[in-house]
């Protein structure tokens, strides 16, 4: 492989690395040589998800659990990773997702959200981004280069009904990632970036009740979405592992302040 896209005996720190994209995205990088820093709050994901990413590429990946809310665990975290690993070449942010409360049902107005949810959700969703790309890309400005991933959505672009306090996080988000590179890069030189891809719709965990049913059939909300998607389908967890790669190696080394779509069409689909 061109050293230019080369992922090789880097090391990637990256949050949320459990779920279904973060899964796929982690086992993606050590098979392309480098070495995973697993962020999460739950022993037990990371151990059996380490167990899994070794198997694939013994001793490629490493577990810290740390909530990515918790500045003063994070820089702990910071210490740690220089003095055990030297460098951190990139930082994927993926902790998020939504809570019940947060999540209107069909047959609900604006005036039955919960405001505590939904105060959570920005939280985990904006400061869950904001907060560890602070701090751990003070470590990137002190070595003189890295790359960090946050994760938008199409819920940042345009009204996705019924999950408002999700939206208001990822078009923070957004936002962020913009002001983040001018930052990084007007202060700190051209070597650290920030972008940002927003995902179209895949079916994980968080979201399957809301996309299919039992019998595995489409909700009606999933036929919406299919139906305003020009590729008629919904995204494979890894079709996000070419852009993450891009994003993270030299390839994109003139990149920074963008947020890419990776979305089979739908933000480009007027519905008619």
Same mark, same amino acid.
């Given at each position: /492989?061109?050293?230019?896209?080369?992922?090789?005996?880097?090391?990637? @720190?990256?949050?949320?690395?459990? &779920?279904?994209?973060?899964?796929?995205?982690?086992?993606?990088?050590?098979?392309? &040589?480098? #070495?995973?820093?697993?962020? &999460?709050?739950?022993?037990?994901?990371?151990?059996? %998800?380490?167990?899994?990413?070794?198997?694939?590429?013994?001793?490629?990946?490493?577990?810290?659990?740390?909530?990515?809310? $918790?500045?003063?665990?994070?820089?702990?975290?910071?210490?740690? !990773?220089?003095?055990?690993?030297?460098?951190?070449?990139?930082?994927?942010?993926?902790?998020?997702?939504?809570?019940?409360? @947060?999540?209107?049902?069909?047959?609900?107005? !604006?005036?039955?959200?919960?405001?505590?949810?939904?105060?959570?959700?920005?939280?985990? $969703?904006?400061?869950?981004?904001?907060?560890?790309? !602070?701090?751990?890309?003070?470590? /990137?400005?002190?070595?003189?280069?890295?790359?960090?991933? $946050?994760?938008?959505?199409? @819920?940042?672009?345009?009204?996705?009904?019924?999950?408002?306090?999700?939206?208001?996080?990822?078009?923070?988000?957004?936002?962020?990632?913009?002001?983040?590179? $001018?930052?990084?890069?007007? %202060?700190?030189?051209?070597?650290?970036?920030?972008?940002?891809?927003?995902?179209?719709?895949?079916?994980?965990?968080?979201?399957?009740?809301?996309?299919?049913?039992?019998?595995?059939?489409?909700?009606?909300?999933? #036929?919406?979405?299919?139906?305003?998607?020009? /590729?008629?389908?919904?995204?494979?967890?890894?079709?996000?592992?070419?852009?993450?790669?891009?994003?993270?190696?030299?390839?994109?080394?003139?990149?920074?302040?963008? !947020?890419?779509?990776?979305?089979?069409?739908?933000?480009?689909?007027? &519905?008619?």
């Amino acid at each position: /492989m061109s050293t230019l896209l080369s992922l090789k005996d880097k090391n990637y @720190a990256l949050s949320g690395g459990t &779920g279904t994209l973060g899964g796929s995205i982690a086992e993606y990088l050590v098979r392309n &040589g480098a #070495k995973v820093l697993l962020l &999460g709050r739950s022993l037990d994901k990371l151990e059996t %998800k380490q167990k899994e990413l070794n198997l694939i590429a013994g001793n490629s990946t490493h577990i810290f659990v740390v909530d990515v809310m $918790n500045e003063e665990a994070l820089t702990n975290l910071k210490d740690t !990773i220089e003095k055990d690993f030297g460098t951190l070449d990139g930082l994927v942010n993926l902790a998020g997702g939504n809570i019940p409360g @947060a999540t209107l049902k069909p047959d609900q107005t !604006i005036y039955d959200i919960e405001i505590s949810d939904t105060r959570k959700v920005v939280d985990i $969703n904006l400061f869950g981004t904001v907060i560890p790309t !602070i701090v751990l890309s003070e470590l /990137m400005v002190k070595q003189g280069h890295g790359s960090i991933v $946050n994760i938008s959505s199409m @819920a940042s672009k345009q009204t996705i009904s019924r999950v408002l306090g999700y939206s208001m996080a990822k078009a923070g988000v957004d936002i962020f990632t913009k002001w983040m590179a $001018n930052e990084l890069a007007s %202060k700190h030189g051209d070597k650290i970036r920030v972008n940002a891809i927003a995902p179209g719709f895949f079916i994980g965990n968080q979201n399957r009740r809301l996309l299919t049913n039992e019998d595995g059939s489409f909700t009606e909300r999933g #036929k919406s979405i299919i139906r305003n998607t020009p /590729m008629g389908r919904f995204g494979d967890a890894s079709e996000l592992n070419g852009m993450v790669h891009y994003l993270l190696s030299n390839a994109s080394s003139f990149v920074t302040g963008s !947020i890419f779509d990776v979305d089979g069409g739908f933000s480009s689909f007027s &519905g008619v």
